[in-house]
């Protein structure tokens, strides 16, 4: 059974930082995909950057430029470096890692972390 756990979310000013970290558990983490996403009261869960096993990322157009993805294949952990943030970044922000095809391209959720972006 996968298991993700995040962390690092968190009260910050406009045009702050933050990281999210997601430790996976119970999987093969190096062979999936994993990603971010972000979900408001207003809005579906939405893609905000993927990276897959070797390392190609994709990012959503709102936040390109100012977040970066990434993992460390050792610690079994994957990042979401958040910067120059704003209001809209408000919201619960979700790990998400994928199965390879092979394995059914299964998805996996994490509970969520909370980001807010005020002053």
């Known amino acids: 059974q996968v298991q993700l756990v995040e962390s690092g979310g968190g009260l910050v000013q406009p045009g702050g930082s933050l990281r999210l970290s997601c430790l996976a558990s119970?999987?093969?983490?190096?062979?999936?995909?994993m990603a971010w996403y972000h979900q408001t009261p207003e809005k579906q869960r939405a893609l905000v950057a993927d990276i897959t096993s070797d390392g190609t990322t994709n990012y959503a157009d709102s936040v390109r430029g100012r977040f970066t993805i990434s993992r460390d294949k050792v610690k079994n952990t994957v990042y979401l470096q958040m910067n120059s943030l704003k209001p809209d970044d408000t919201g619960v922000y979700y790990c998400?890692?994928?199965?390879?095809?092979?394995?059914?391209?299964?998805?996996?959720w994490g509970q969520g972390t909370q980001v807010t972006v005020s002053s």
């Open positions: 998400n890692a994928k199965s390879p095809p092979y394995w059914g391209s299964r998805d996996y």
């Open positions: 119970g999987t093969r983490f190096n062979l999936y995909t």
